[in-house]
């Protein structure tokens, strides 16, 4: 029997994945344990290993491509085994467009790889439209997948006007983005079904083409389709960029944070001159080390090792102000893991130092140093980035004054950090100047109460203020 080559699922929030690139071609031979392709999820990109020894065949995972987690995307004949002659039966390969057929996120596939209950709408035959939908414009003629039949009705777009490049000539979900992405979307090209047939008989308006466009549905706010945004620009005038992986999470993740979890704000001034007399002193004490560039000292704190250092002793001073929201219960973490957002190229991630409250600020800033380097070369594991109690996110180095930052669940807090700078401040009744630091908590309400949040702000505040405390 040949072995099976499957998508594996490498995130915990993991559904979907896109090969970046082959390391192996049809027909290729291959050992055990060779890198067969890339994977590149929305956090990160992975090498996959070949799960046996043989031949490369029926490679159907094709590269940019979503592809289902838990799909096979190629098989591996072993040596003795003669191609084309082998019964794979309940395992045949499953082609990539297998994710065209499902409308939901899981693209068909349970989240641990196992195949999920169609729906009604997935269990309607393509070319039979949904009971109390009339056909629109071809549709009736056209060969679509259930998914490429929605996003095409959601987008207004003709379907017999559009070329399908799946079996048979059959609409997918690519072809629809493809048509989406081009300039004269909504023109000529792909036109909009103004609600006449084919032959020129009027259909029937369904409830949606009833309503008015400035209109919005009972219930739902005005929709903003891509067609909508680009009618107000002139054609010719920009340039479509297609979403990531990366940036599709992103957006989802903001959205849902911002509309599920009560965020409220709390922002203070921290003075800086003792932390950063400190950090000096640090520093110069700094034992060397010899690396492949020379002489290197051991460590060099940045502000931003004293600021994680400083919030992960706040949460322990301030335990409840240490969970997490479910909606059956409060979860109390016993560490303080702190995320701290890095930016990279089309986007963000956020590295998490486990149990910082027991970390020396050198071990800290190493570790910091090193997540940042392999998360900006997306190779950081899964399991240095997912979950994490709190998460730190500093604009200083841009001269950003204050900002405040969304909550990434799970944490309940997060703490936003603006640039030091010299300030006039009152001090015994004279003016003195000092460098002073804005941060902004942003908490989820839900899990920690305003109080709380006060207190675990004035901690971290006292903590930066006064940083001897960091070292006992």
């Not at 921290?270 to 640090?282: S, V």
């Not at 004293?306 to 909606?327: F, R, Y």
Request: charged share 25%.
């Amino acid at each position: 029997m040949p072995t099976e080559v499957i998508l594996p699922k490498v995130d915990m929030d993991m559904a979907t994945g896109q090969i970046s690139r082959w390391f192996a071609e049809e027909g290729a031979s291959v050992k055990k344990g060779d890198v067969l392709f890339e994977i590149e999820t929305d956090k990160a990109a992975m090498e996959i290993d070949s799960p046996a020894s043989g031949t490369l065949r029926d490679v159907t995972g094709k590269e940019g491509i979503d592809i289902p987690v838990g799909a096979a995307v190629a098989w591996i004949y072993a040596d003795d085994e003669i191609y084309g002659t082998a019964t794979k039966q309940d395992k045949a390969p499953i082609s990539p467009l297998v994710g065209e057929m499902s409308t939901k996120s899981t693209e068909g596939v349970a989240s641990e790889g196992t195949a999920s209950a169609p729906s009604t709408a997935e269990a309607t035959p393509p070319d039979r439209p949904l009971a109390g939908h009339p056909p629109r414009e071809g549709e009736g003629k056209m060969r679509a997948t259930p998914l490429a039949r929605r996003l095409a009705r959601e987008a207004g777009l003709n379907l017999s006007a559009i070329s399908g490049t799946g079996p048979h000539g059959r609409v997918v979900k690519a072809d629809i983005d493809a048509a989406l992405s081009s300039p004269l979307e909504g023109e000529v090209s792909a036109k909009r079904t103004e609600g006449v047939a084919a032959e020129g008989t009027a259909l029937a308006p369904s409830t949606a083409e009833m309503t008015p466009p400035d209109r919005p549905l009972a219930g739902h706010p005005p929709l903003k389709g891509e067609g909508d945004v680009l009618r107000l620009f002139e054609q010719g005038s920009y340039e479509l960029v297609p979403h990531d992986n990366m940036r599709k999470t992103i957006a989802r993740r903001l959205v849902e944070a911002k509309t599920t979890i009560p965020h409220f704000y709390l922002t203070l001034d921290c003075e800086l001159d003792a932390l950063l007399a400190l950090r000096t002193q640090i520093n110069a004490a700094a034992p060397v080390k010899k690396t492949e560039k020379g002489d290197a000292p051991a460590y060099k704190l940045s502000v931003n090792d004293m600021v994680i250092k400083a919030m992960a002793l706040a949460l322990k001073a301030v335990p409840d102000a240490n969970a997490s929201w479910t909606e059956s219960a409060m979860v109390k973490h016993k560490h303080a893991d702190v995320g701290v957002a890095v930016s990279i190229p089309g986007g963000l991630i956020t590295p998490i130092i486990r149990k910082a409250d027991e970390k020396t600020l050198s071990t800290i800033s190493n570790e910091m140093k090193d997540l940042a380097s392999r998360a900006r070369s997306r190779k950081l594991k899964p399991e240095e980035y997912q979950g994490g109690t709190t998460a730190v996110s500093n604009l200083g180095m841009f001269g950003i004054k204050d900002f405040a930052a969304v909550i990434n669940p799970p944490h309940a807090t997060i703490l936003a950090v603006g640039a030091g700078e010299e300030r006039a401040v009152v001090k015994n009744g004279e003016i003195k100047i000092a460098t002073v630091m804005s941060v902004t908590l942003s908490t989820d309400h839900r899990a920690v109460d305003g109080a709380q949040g006060a207190e675990l702000l004035v901690a971290f505040k006292r903590l930066i203020e006064n940083p001897m405390g960091m070292l006992v």
